[in-house]
């Protein structure tokens, strides 16, 4: 199972980019890399996935070295409702028993 | 958009006592999983639940833990004798395929949890 690396806190202010960065040095082959946002007292809510390159989505955008052994969430221009913690997993889509397992994750702060 | 709906919001329950925690999955899904956070710790996976049985279970889902899906909507989690550091938010979550939460393109979709104190 692929072990994530994220760092514990990042502060931003409101209007910047934030790009949380995720190191996943032994990924598998059939590994994807997803992203979850959880807010106090909510359940984590998905944000964006993929497999390699860049994708993007209304929320976020994701990028992904050729070497896969790390991925980078980039929020564009954020906002105080963006303060939450960000989770990178990283897991396979089918094969052999799995366990979905969270991290500390990135506890974003954004500041006025 | 669809939700995944837990009820209570909170529950009190004294030591040793049993407790049902409730979820109604989102309709057209067919996986369904309970997780748990204790109070500053990370999300914790207990148990996945498909065509009526119990898929993938971590140790924490020990014989005091059980799952049901009683009817075509709910799904419950069960703690028989509950213990001090049972006290957490428990979370639902549902999805279309397994394995969504890594994969699939859409992810797992989570409830908004019940606090469950134990005393």
């Known amino acids: 199972l692929a072990k994530t690396t994220q760092p514990i806190s990042m502060d931003s202010y409101e209007g910047q980019e934030v790009n949380i960065t995720c190191s996943h040095n032994n990924i598998a082959t059939n590994d994807y890399i997803t992203w979850y946002q959880q807010f106090p007292s909510q359940g984590p809510r998905f944000i964006i996935q993929?497999?390699?390159t860049k994708v993007t989505n209304e929320v976020a955008s994701l990028f992904i070295p050729a070497d896969r052994k790390s991925s980078t969430l980039s929020l564009p221009r954020v906002s105080l409702s963006d303060t939450a913690v960000y989770y990178c997993l990283v897991g396979p889509l089918s094969g052999g028993s799995y366990i979905p397992t969270f991290g500390r994750g990135t506890s974003l702060i954004v500041h006025p | 958009e669809p939700e995944v709906t837990q009820t209570p919001s909170h529950q009190v329950t004294q030591m040793g006592q049993e407790v049902i925690l409730r979820c109604v999955p989102i309709?057209?899904?067919?996986?369904f999983y309970w997780y748990r956070q204790i109070l500053g710790q990370k999300v914790e996976f207990l148990v996945s639940f498909y065509n009526n049985e119990i898929s993938e279970k971590s140790e924490i889902f020990d014989d005091q833990f059980s799952v049901e899906r009683p009817d075509g909507s709910n799904f419950t989690l069960k703690i028989r004798s509950t213990k001090l550091e049972d006290s957490a938010m428990y979370f639902c979550?549902?999805?279309?395929?397994?394995?969504?939460?890594?994969?699939?393109?859409?992810?797992?979709?989570f409830g908004s949890g019940t606090r469950l104190t134990v005393v």
């Open positions: 993929g497999y390699k």
């Open positions: 309709s057209n899904h067919l996986y």
């Open positions: 979550a549902s999805s279309e395929e397994h394995r969504e939460l890594i994969g699939g393109g859409k992810g797992y979709t």
